[in-house]
Protein backbone atom coordinates (compact mmCIF):
# COMPACT_ATOMS: atom_id res chain seq x y z
CA UNK A 1 0.00 0.00 0.00
CA UNK A 2 1.30 3.25 -1.16
CA UNK A 3 1.98 5.65 1.64
CA UNK A 4 3.05 9.52 2.38
CA UNK A 5 6.49 10.11 1.75
CA UNK A 6 7.18 6.52 0.19
CA UNK A 7 10.02 7.26 -2.93
CA UNK A 8 9.62 5.50 -6.35
CA UNK A 9 10.87 5.50 -9.49
CA UNK A 10 7.97 7.12 -12.15
CA UNK A 11 8.55 7.48 -16.05
CA UNK A 12 6.02 10.34 -16.78
CA UNK A 13 3.92 9.64 -20.38
CA UNK A 14 2.15 12.94 -19.89
CA UNK A 15 1.63 16.71 -18.54
CA UNK A 16 -1.48 18.14 -17.66
CA UNK A 17 -2.65 21.81 -17.96
CA UNK A 18 -1.47 22.61 -14.76
CA UNK A 19 1.38 21.41 -15.59
CA UNK A 20 1.35 18.23 -13.30
CA UNK A 21 3.31 15.23 -14.86
CA UNK A 22 1.27 11.76 -14.84
CA UNK A 23 2.58 8.71 -14.39
CA UNK A 24 1.56 5.88 -12.43
CA UNK A 25 2.62 4.50 -9.05
CA UNK A 26 1.68 0.73 -8.77
CA UNK A 27 -1.17 0.97 -11.19
CA UNK A 28 -2.40 4.39 -9.42
CA UNK A 29 -2.56 7.59 -11.49
CA UNK A 30 -0.25 9.96 -10.23
CA UNK A 31 0.35 13.74 -10.63
CA UNK A 32 4.01 15.10 -9.99
CA UNK A 33 5.19 18.32 -9.08
CA UNK A 34 7.93 19.66 -11.42
CA UNK A 35 7.82 16.98 -14.13
CA UNK A 36 8.19 16.73 -17.81
CA UNK A 37 6.60 13.79 -20.39
CA UNK A 38 9.41 11.66 -21.22
CA UNK A 39 10.97 12.26 -17.72
CA UNK A 40 12.15 8.99 -15.64
CA UNK A 41 12.13 10.30 -11.72
CA UNK A 42 12.82 9.63 -8.58
CA UNK A 43 9.18 11.12 -7.04
CA UNK A 44 8.40 11.57 -2.94
CA UNK A 45 4.51 10.71 -2.38
CA UNK A 46 3.11 13.73 -0.79
CA UNK A 47 -0.83 13.20 -1.03
CA UNK A 48 -2.31 9.68 -0.76
CA UNK A 49 -6.42 10.21 -2.21
CA UNK A 50 -8.81 7.56 -2.74
CA UNK A 51 -7.98 7.52 -6.98
CA UNK A 52 -4.67 9.00 -7.14
CA UNK A 53 -1.57 10.45 -5.80
CA UNK A 54 0.50 13.75 -5.79
CA UNK A 55 4.35 13.57 -5.93
CA UNK A 56 6.92 15.71 -6.04
CA UNK A 57 10.41 15.44 -8.24
CA UNK A 58 13.02 14.33 -5.57
CA UNK A 59 15.81 13.75 -8.59
CA UNK A 60 15.67 13.50 -12.12
CA UNK A 61 17.05 10.28 -13.35
CA UNK A 62 16.52 10.63 -17.29
CA UNK A 63 15.64 13.74 -18.78
CA UNK A 64 13.16 14.29 -20.99
CA UNK A 65 14.23 15.88 -24.48
CA UNK A 66 11.66 18.79 -23.89
CA UNK A 67 12.94 19.61 -20.59
CA UNK A 68 14.59 23.10 -20.36
CA UNK A 69 16.06 25.17 -17.48
CA UNK A 70 13.29 27.90 -16.55
CA UNK A 71 14.00 31.73 -17.30
CA UNK A 72 12.73 32.45 -14.08
CA UNK A 73 14.05 31.48 -10.46
CA UNK A 74 10.90 31.36 -8.31
CA UNK A 75 8.77 29.67 -11.49
CA UNK A 76 8.84 26.34 -9.79
CA UNK A 77 7.53 27.70 -5.94
CA UNK A 78 5.48 30.43 -7.68
CA UNK A 79 3.21 27.97 -10.20
CA UNK A 80 1.74 30.58 -12.52
CA UNK A 81 4.16 29.57 -15.63
CA UNK A 82 3.31 25.88 -15.53
CA UNK A 83 5.64 25.14 -19.00
CA UNK A 84 8.82 27.57 -17.88
CA UNK A 85 10.81 24.59 -17.90
CA UNK A 86 9.77 22.98 -21.64
CA UNK A 87 10.44 23.68 -25.01
CA UNK A 88 8.10 26.33 -26.56
CA UNK A 89 7.54 23.80 -29.33
CA UNK A 90 6.15 21.32 -26.93
CA UNK A 91 4.02 23.79 -25.08
CA UNK A 92 2.18 24.48 -28.15
CA UNK A 93 1.82 20.50 -29.07
CA UNK A 94 0.34 20.65 -25.47
CA UNK A 95 -2.38 22.60 -25.60
CA UNK A 96 -3.48 21.59 -28.95
CA UNK A 97 -3.64 17.99 -26.94
CA UNK A 98 -6.02 20.04 -24.28
CA UNK A 99 -8.10 21.45 -26.68
CA UNK A 100 -8.55 18.38 -29.17
CA UNK A 101 -8.94 16.02 -25.74
CA UNK A 102 -11.90 18.59 -24.55
CA UNK A 103 -13.60 18.36 -28.06
CA UNK A 104 -13.72 14.98 -28.53
CA UNK A 105 -14.54 13.81 -24.68
CA UNK A 106 -17.58 15.76 -25.30
CA UNK A 107 -18.50 13.90 -28.17
CA UNK A 108 -17.86 16.16 -31.07
CA UNK A 109 -16.05 13.55 -33.13
CA UNK A 110 -16.13 15.16 -36.60
CA UNK A 111 -14.86 18.87 -34.74
CA UNK A 112 -11.22 19.68 -36.59
CA UNK A 113 -9.34 21.56 -33.65
CA UNK A 114 -6.32 23.90 -36.15
CA UNK A 115 -2.91 24.13 -35.24
CA UNK A 116 -2.33 26.70 -32.53
CA UNK A 117 -1.64 30.58 -33.65
CA UNK A 118 0.90 32.01 -32.29
CA UNK A 119 2.99 34.90 -32.21
CA UNK A 120 6.13 33.36 -30.82
CA UNK A 121 6.77 35.61 -28.21
CA UNK A 122 6.61 34.18 -24.78
CA UNK A 123 8.46 36.87 -22.26
CA UNK A 124 7.30 40.24 -21.73
CA UNK A 125 3.73 39.92 -23.19
CA UNK A 126 1.50 40.50 -20.43
CA UNK A 127 -0.03 44.25 -20.33
CA UNK A 128 -1.93 43.72 -17.39
CA UNK A 129 -0.48 42.44 -14.07
CA UNK A 130 -1.96 42.12 -10.56
CA UNK A 131 0.82 41.65 -7.54
CA UNK A 132 -0.96 40.93 -3.70
CA UNK A 133 0.88 42.71 -0.96
CA UNK A 134 1.99 41.10 1.91
CA UNK A 135 3.43 42.00 5.54
CA UNK A 136 6.21 44.17 5.21
CA UNK A 137 5.26 45.07 1.89
CA UNK A 138 6.21 41.74 0.10
CA UNK A 139 5.34 42.02 -3.34
CA UNK A 140 4.74 39.04 -5.82
CA UNK A 141 2.89 35.92 -6.36
CA UNK A 142 1.34 33.99 -4.49
CA UNK A 143 2.69 30.16 -4.52
CA UNK A 144 0.63 27.43 -5.52
CA UNK A 145 -1.95 26.56 -3.67
CA UNK A 146 -1.41 28.63 -0.58
CA UNK A 147 -1.76 32.46 0.85
CA UNK A 148 2.18 32.63 1.05
CA UNK A 149 3.55 35.29 -1.36
CA UNK A 150 6.92 34.81 -3.67
CA UNK A 151 8.65 38.07 -4.17
CA UNK A 152 8.87 39.21 -8.07
CA UNK A 153 10.10 41.93 -9.17
CA UNK A 154 10.72 41.37 -12.77
CA UNK A 155 8.50 38.64 -14.09
CA UNK A 156 9.70 37.47 -17.17
CA UNK A 157 6.15 37.57 -18.90
CA UNK A 158 5.02 40.92 -17.99
CA UNK A 159 5.69 44.33 -20.14
CA UNK A 160 9.06 45.18 -19.44
CA UNK A 161 7.69 48.82 -18.80
CA UNK A 162 6.28 47.49 -15.45
CA UNK A 163 9.61 46.42 -14.24
CA UNK A 164 10.58 50.21 -12.89
CA UNK A 165 7.36 51.55 -11.76
CA UNK A 166 6.91 48.21 -9.73
CA UNK A 167 10.11 49.24 -7.88
CA UNK A 168 9.35 52.74 -7.40
CA UNK A 169 6.14 51.66 -6.13
CA UNK A 170 7.33 49.33 -3.40
CA UNK A 171 10.00 52.15 -2.33
CA UNK A 172 6.92 54.46 -1.56
CA UNK A 173 4.84 51.67 0.20
CA UNK A 174 8.37 51.29 2.21
CA UNK A 175 9.50 54.38 2.51
CA UNK A 176 6.11 56.04 3.79
CA UNK A 177 4.93 52.67 5.91
CA UNK A 178 2.04 52.05 4.17
CA UNK A 179 0.72 49.08 5.10
CA UNK A 180 -3.02 49.53 3.55
CA UNK A 181 -2.30 48.33 0.34
CA UNK A 182 -3.72 44.82 -0.39
CA UNK A 183 -2.55 44.54 -4.51
CA UNK A 184 -0.84 46.62 -6.86
CA UNK A 185 -2.43 46.29 -10.39
CA UNK A 186 -0.81 47.27 -13.28
CA UNK A 187 -2.20 48.22 -17.25
CA UNK A 188 -0.18 49.13 -20.34
CA UNK A 189 -1.14 49.87 -23.69
CA UNK A 190 1.68 48.45 -25.99
CA UNK A 191 1.12 50.48 -28.85
CA UNK A 192 0.53 54.38 -26.80
CA UNK A 193 3.01 53.39 -23.92
CA UNK A 194 0.56 54.32 -21.74
CA UNK A 195 0.81 53.16 -17.97
CA UNK A 196 -1.59 53.05 -15.58
CA UNK A 197 -0.98 52.48 -11.55
CA UNK A 198 -4.12 51.19 -9.59
CA UNK A 199 -3.45 50.47 -5.70
CA UNK A 200 -6.06 48.35 -4.15
CA UNK A 201 -6.45 49.59 -0.39
CA UNK A 202 -8.52 48.55 2.14
CA UNK A 203 -9.04 51.90 3.42
CA UNK A 204 -10.97 55.17 1.87
CA UNK A 205 -8.26 57.35 0.98
CA UNK A 206 -4.09 57.16 0.52
CA UNK A 207 -2.14 60.05 0.20
CA UNK A 208 0.06 59.46 -3.31
CA UNK A 209 3.81 61.71 -3.99
CA UNK A 210 6.39 60.76 -5.47
CA UNK A 211 4.87 57.85 -7.85
CA UNK A 212 6.11 57.87 -11.30
CA UNK A 213 4.77 60.33 -13.65
CA UNK A 214 2.35 57.81 -15.96
CA UNK A 215 -1.12 57.69 -17.46
CA UNK A 216 -3.36 57.04 -14.96
CA UNK A 217 -3.35 56.84 -11.18
CA UNK A 218 -6.26 55.10 -9.64
CA UNK A 219 -7.12 53.76 -5.96
CA UNK A 220 -9.37 50.68 -5.41
CA UNK A 221 -11.58 50.72 -2.65
CA UNK A 222 -11.96 46.95 -1.36
CA UNK A 223 -12.28 46.31 2.88
CA UNK A 224 -14.11 43.07 2.30
CA UNK A 225 -12.20 39.74 3.73
CA UNK A 226 -12.31 37.89 0.35
CA UNK A 227 -10.31 36.58 -1.85
CA UNK A 228 -11.77 39.13 -5.01
CA UNK A 229 -9.14 41.52 -5.75
CA UNK A 230 -11.24 44.67 -6.67
CA UNK A 231 -13.57 46.68 -4.60
CA UNK A 232 -16.46 48.60 -6.29
CA UNK A 233 -15.36 52.04 -6.05
CA UNK A 234 -12.34 53.96 -7.83
CA UNK A 235 -10.87 56.87 -7.05
CA UNK A 236 -8.54 58.85 -9.82
CA UNK A 237 -6.09 60.62 -8.42
CA UNK A 238 -3.90 61.38 -11.03
CA UNK A 239 -4.65 61.52 -14.79
CA UNK A 240 -7.97 60.29 -16.93
CA UNK A 241 -8.62 57.24 -15.31
CA UNK A 242 -7.43 55.35 -18.20
CA UNK A 243 -5.02 53.93 -20.55
CA UNK A 244 -5.28 54.29 -24.62
CA UNK A 245 -3.97 51.37 -26.36
CA UNK A 246 -4.80 50.85 -30.95
CA UNK A 247 -5.75 47.34 -31.46
CA UNK A 248 -6.07 46.61 -35.53
CA UNK A 249 -3.02 47.41 -37.04
CA UNK A 250 -3.27 46.37 -40.04
CA UNK A 251 -6.52 48.81 -40.65
CA UNK A 252 -5.05 52.43 -41.31
CA UNK A 253 -5.14 53.78 -38.08
CA UNK A 254 -6.10 50.87 -36.14
CA UNK A 255 -9.00 50.68 -33.42
CA UNK A 256 -8.10 53.04 -30.52
CA UNK A 257 -9.43 52.15 -27.36
CA UNK A 258 -9.43 53.78 -23.76
CA UNK A 259 -9.43 50.98 -21.10
CA UNK A 260 -10.50 51.89 -17.19
CA UNK A 261 -9.13 49.65 -14.90
CA UNK A 262 -11.65 47.72 -13.89
CA UNK A 263 -12.85 46.85 -18.01
CA UNK A 264 -12.01 43.73 -19.77
CA UNK A 265 -8.86 43.58 -22.09
CA UNK A 266 -6.90 40.81 -23.86
CA UNK A 267 -3.42 40.34 -21.63
CA UNK A 268 -1.02 39.58 -25.07
CA UNK A 269 -1.46 42.18 -27.65
CA UNK A 270 0.47 40.55 -30.11
CA UNK A 271 -1.63 37.59 -29.99
CA UNK A 272 -5.19 39.39 -29.56
CA UNK A 273 -4.08 40.62 -32.96
CA UNK A 274 -3.97 37.13 -34.53
CA UNK A 275 -7.49 36.24 -32.69
CA UNK A 276 -9.35 39.39 -34.20
CA UNK A 277 -7.97 38.82 -37.38
CA UNK A 278 -8.87 34.89 -37.27
CA UNK A 279 -12.36 36.26 -35.91
CA UNK A 280 -12.81 38.36 -39.38
CA UNK A 281 -11.79 35.82 -41.28
CA UNK A 282 -13.83 33.53 -40.51
CA UNK A 283 -17.03 35.69 -39.77
CA UNK A 284 -18.07 36.41 -43.75
CA UNK A 285 -19.83 39.93 -42.35
CA UNK A 286 -21.83 41.44 -44.56
CA UNK A 287 -22.46 45.09 -44.55
CA UNK A 288 -25.79 45.62 -42.69
CA UNK A 289 -25.16 42.69 -40.22
CA UNK A 290 -26.97 43.11 -37.28
CA UNK A 291 -24.40 42.05 -34.58
CA UNK A 292 -24.65 41.70 -30.77
CA UNK A 293 -21.83 41.27 -28.94
CA UNK A 294 -22.67 39.77 -25.54
CA UNK A 295 -20.32 40.34 -22.41
CA UNK A 296 -18.93 43.32 -24.87
CA UNK A 297 -16.14 44.86 -22.18
CA UNK A 298 -14.82 47.83 -23.36
CA UNK A 299 -16.51 46.95 -27.42
CA UNK A 300 -12.97 45.78 -28.67
CA UNK A 301 -13.95 43.10 -30.82
CA UNK A 302 -17.00 44.71 -32.10
CA UNK A 303 -15.80 47.79 -33.11
CA UNK A 304 -12.70 46.04 -34.52
CA UNK A 305 -15.18 44.08 -37.08
CA UNK A 306 -17.15 47.55 -37.32
CA UNK A 307 -14.06 49.80 -38.79
CA UNK A 308 -14.25 46.94 -41.37
CA UNK A 309 -17.97 46.54 -42.18
CA UNK A 310 -20.72 48.49 -42.06
CA UNK A 311 -22.45 46.95 -39.40
CA UNK A 312 -25.46 47.49 -37.06
CA UNK A 313 -23.97 46.60 -33.55
CA UNK A 314 -24.71 46.37 -30.23
CA UNK A 315 -22.45 45.75 -27.36
CA UNK A 316 -24.06 44.76 -23.56
CA UNK A 317 -21.43 44.16 -20.37
CA UNK A 318 -22.62 44.30 -17.02
CA UNK A 319 -19.60 46.09 -15.80
CA UNK A 320 -20.63 50.36 -16.39
CA UNK A 321 -17.12 51.59 -16.62
CA UNK A 322 -16.92 49.12 -19.56
CA UNK A 323 -19.94 50.22 -21.26
CA UNK A 324 -18.84 54.23 -20.51
CA UNK A 325 -15.51 52.80 -22.42
CA UNK A 326 -17.12 51.18 -24.90
CA UNK A 327 -19.36 54.55 -25.95
CA UNK A 328 -16.45 56.29 -26.17
CA UNK A 329 -14.47 53.93 -28.08
CA UNK A 330 -17.48 54.06 -30.97
CA UNK A 331 -17.06 57.83 -30.71
CA UNK A 332 -13.51 58.81 -30.52
CA UNK A 333 -12.81 55.76 -33.71
CA UNK A 334 -16.02 57.71 -35.68
CA UNK A 335 -17.93 54.28 -35.98
CA UNK A 336 -21.76 54.52 -36.24
CA UNK A 337 -24.70 52.31 -35.77
CA UNK A 338 -23.06 51.62 -32.34
CA UNK A 339 -25.40 50.86 -29.15
CA UNK A 340 -23.79 49.61 -25.81
CA UNK A 341 -26.08 48.48 -22.71
CA UNK A 342 -24.70 48.19 -19.34
CA UNK A 343 -26.75 44.84 -18.68
CA UNK A 344 -26.66 41.04 -17.64
CA UNK A 345 -26.43 39.15 -20.86
CA UNK A 346 -27.79 36.16 -18.36
CA UNK A 347 -30.89 38.06 -17.97
CA UNK A 348 -31.53 40.69 -20.33
CA UNK A 349 -33.72 40.19 -23.48
CA UNK A 350 -31.67 39.73 -26.61
CA UNK A 351 -33.04 40.86 -29.91
CA UNK A 352 -32.83 39.89 -33.32
CA UNK A 353 -29.42 39.40 -35.15
CA UNK A 354 -27.93 38.24 -37.66
CA UNK A 355 -25.03 37.22 -35.86
CA UNK A 356 -24.18 37.25 -31.97
CA UNK A 357 -20.67 37.22 -30.82
CA UNK A 358 -20.13 35.55 -27.22
CA UNK A 359 -16.97 35.62 -25.17
CA UNK A 360 -17.83 34.78 -21.79
CA UNK A 361 -15.63 33.96 -18.49
CA UNK A 362 -14.15 30.95 -18.27
CA UNK A 363 -17.22 29.27 -16.25
CA UNK A 364 -18.41 29.43 -20.02
CA UNK A 365 -22.21 30.18 -20.73
CA UNK A 366 -25.45 29.02 -18.31
CA UNK A 367 -27.61 26.77 -20.25
CA UNK A 368 -30.87 29.18 -20.33
CA UNK A 369 -28.31 31.74 -21.92
CA UNK A 370 -27.30 29.53 -24.63
CA UNK A 371 -31.56 28.66 -25.29
CA UNK A 372 -32.00 32.40 -25.56
CA UNK A 373 -29.51 33.37 -28.00
CA UNK A 374 -30.94 30.29 -29.62
CA UNK A 375 -34.68 31.54 -30.16
CA UNK A 376 -33.70 34.79 -31.82
CA UNK A 377 -32.51 32.54 -34.65
CA UNK A 378 -29.26 34.15 -35.54
CA UNK A 379 -27.32 33.09 -38.64
CA UNK A 380 -24.20 32.57 -36.51
CA UNK A 381 -23.04 32.62 -33.21
CA UNK A 382 -18.69 33.55 -33.05
CA UNK A 383 -17.68 31.76 -29.66
CA UNK A 384 -14.48 32.97 -28.47
CA UNK A 385 -13.43 30.82 -25.35
CA UNK A 386 -10.96 31.21 -22.61
CA UNK A 387 -11.30 27.49 -21.58
CA UNK A 388 -11.49 24.43 -23.75
CA UNK A 389 -13.60 22.80 -21.02
CA UNK A 390 -16.17 24.56 -21.03
CA UNK A 391 -16.28 25.54 -24.58
CA UNK A 392 -16.78 21.70 -25.62
CA UNK A 393 -19.98 21.56 -22.67
CA UNK A 394 -21.13 24.70 -24.42
CA UNK A 395 -20.39 23.45 -27.89
CA UNK A 396 -22.30 20.24 -27.33
CA UNK A 397 -25.87 21.83 -26.01
CA UNK A 398 -25.49 23.92 -28.44
CA UNK A 399 -25.65 21.42 -30.92
CA UNK A 400 -28.93 20.34 -29.59
CA UNK A 401 -30.69 23.86 -30.86
CA UNK A 402 -29.38 22.88 -34.59
CA UNK A 403 -26.15 25.06 -34.27
CA UNK A 404 -22.62 23.72 -35.25
CA UNK A 405 -19.32 24.22 -35.92
CA UNK A 406 -16.73 21.84 -37.68
CA UNK A 407 -13.73 23.61 -36.90
CA UNK A 408 -11.63 25.66 -33.53
CA UNK A 409 -8.72 27.97 -34.11
CA UNK A 410 -6.83 28.25 -30.83
CA UNK A 411 -4.32 31.21 -29.70
CA UNK A 412 -1.55 31.18 -27.71
CA UNK A 413 -3.07 34.33 -25.60
CA UNK A 414 -1.15 33.01 -22.56
CA UNK A 415 2.38 31.38 -23.27
CA UNK A 416 4.06 29.84 -20.50
CA UNK A 417 0.85 28.96 -18.15
CA UNK A 418 -1.54 26.50 -18.89
CA UNK A 419 -4.46 28.40 -20.50
CA UNK A 420 -5.33 28.56 -24.24
CA UNK A 421 -7.93 30.76 -26.18
CA UNK A 422 -10.05 29.44 -28.44
CA UNK A 423 -12.58 31.04 -31.74
CA UNK A 424 -15.23 28.86 -33.54
CA UNK A 425 -17.98 29.93 -35.93
CA UNK A 426 -21.51 28.06 -34.94
CA UNK A 427 -23.75 28.10 -37.91
CA UNK A 428 -27.52 27.41 -37.74
CA UNK A 429 -29.10 24.46 -39.70
CA UNK A 430 -31.80 25.44 -42.39
CA UNK A 431 -34.00 23.66 -40.48
CA UNK A 432 -34.40 25.80 -37.33
CA UNK A 433 -35.72 22.88 -35.11
CA UNK A 434 -35.08 23.41 -31.44
CA UNK A 435 -34.98 21.50 -28.42
CA UNK A 436 -38.33 20.89 -26.34
Given at each position: ????????T??????????????R??????????AV????L????????????????????????Y?I?????????????????I???????????Y????????????????????T??????????????????????Y?N??????????????????????????N??RKN???????????????????M???????D????????????????I??A??N????D?????????????????????????????????????????L??????D????H????V????????A??????????????????????????????????????????G?????N???A??????????G????L???????????????????????????????????T??????????R?G??E???????????????
Amino acid sequence: MVKKNDIFTVEVTDINNLGYGIGRIEGIVTFITGAVDGDVLEVRVIKVCRDYLIAKTEKIIKKSPYRIESVCGVSMRCGGCVFQNITYEHELLLKYNYVNTAIKKAGLKDVAVHNILSTGETDGYRNKVQYPVGENNIIGYYSNHSHNIIEVENCPLQSRAFDPILIAVKNFLRKNSINCVRHIYLRHGKMTGDIMICLVINQDDLPIKNLPDVKSIVLNINKAETNVILGDIYITVHGDGYITDIVGTDIIGGVKLNISAPAFYQVNHGAMELLYSKIYDIFDLHDGDKVIDLFCGIGAIGLYLAKRKNIILTGIDIIPEAIYDAKTNAEINNIPNTEFICGDADNDNINQADVIIIDPPRKGCTKSLISRICEVLPEKILYVSCNPDTLARDLLIFSGYNYNTNEIFPVDMFPRTGHVETVTLLRRKQDDSKKN
